[in-house]
Structure formats: C-alpha cells, structure tokens
C-alpha cells in the first residue's frame, strides 16, 4: 500500500460562482488526486462536535466531480485523532457528508484514537502505542480488502479464496 498525503490548505473556499469559471488550479490538482486514487483516507480532527471546515471545503469541492474515479463510488475510509471522543462526532458528520456524494464509506472496522493522551504521541507527533499501531494495521488491511471489493471484485473473489484456505490451514 502506498499512502500519500493530499495537503488541502491551498484550497479556497467553495464558490459556485468561481466554479462557474473554471475549477482554480488547486481543486483540479485535488479532483485529480482524487481520480488517480484506487481509495482515500480521510483524516480527521474533530473541532466543536464536527469535522474541521477545510476538510469539508475540499469535500464539497471534489463533489463537484461526477467523472469517472471521483468521489462517486470511490471506497473510501474514515480515521482521526482527537479528544475523549477520538473524533467519534467527526466521523459520524462525515459519514453523512459523504454518503451524499457516492462515496463508498467502510463502515466497519473503525479507528478513533484519543490523541491527546500522553501515551499515544511523542513529542513530534508520532504515534507511539503499540495497541494502536496495530489496529491502524488491521485497519488499512481492511481498506485495502474493501477497495478490491469495491473496484476490482475478481480480484478480491481470487483474494478471499486464499484468505478461505490459508484460515483452514491449506
């Protein structure tokens, strides 16, 4: 799996009336990004109960996009860091957000860390729990199951085949 992070500061604010002139170079980058993606991860901070503005600003720019590989069918997963909460209410306003626009959202298994807890980063920001660590792991192999379901079923129906035998021990 390869991740790479898609910054979104460059953004602006969403305006039908910038649109309507043409999509700015930094949403074409972002609705580019997009297509190219088998899947993407949303990361998400959570700020006042709900998910940070920008990112739903880039979510409501890259709906914009019903060409082939947008966010309309695009599998799709949810993380974040942040309080007691670990970014539960974040998730869930993303959820709905993106099931407006097609996205295929895996719902199960979820991933909510309490980033504030001393035990969880370092200094420099860098997850250091084993615990989690591992259910990051689990997660993304999870993602990578779900997008070869979603975008590339021959493959997964060969993929599950060997996940049958190897859990009977063939």
């Known amino acids: 799996m390869e991740i790479a992070i898609y910054d979104i500061r460059d953004l602006p604010f969403y305006d039908g009336d910038v649109e309507s002139e043409g999509d700015p170079a930094p949403v074409v980058a972002l609705k580019s990004a997009i297509r190219n993606a088998d899947s993407i991860i949303f990361a998400t901070p959570e700020y ?3 998910t940070s503005g920008a990112l739903k600003n880039a979510i409501d720019w890259a709906s914009r996009d019903r060409s082939e590989g947008s966010l309309m069918g695009k599998p799709a997963t949810i993380i974040g860091a942040g309080g007691r909460a670990g970014t539960a209410r974040a998730q869930m306003q993303l959820h709905e957000t993106l099931g407006e626009t097609g996205t295929l959202v895996m719902v199960k298994p979820g991933l909510q860390v309490q980033a504030f807890s001393p035990q969880q980063f370092d200094e420099a920001g860098n997850l250091t729990d084993e615990k989690t660590k591992e259910l990051l792991a689990k997660h993304l192999e ?28 063939s």
């Open 48 to 50: 006042n109960w709900g």
């Open 142 to 169: 999870a993602l990578v199951k779900w997008t070869i379901q979603i975008a590339h079923p021959i493959e997964f129906v060969r993929h599950s085949c060997e996940m049958d035998a190897a859990a009977v021990g």
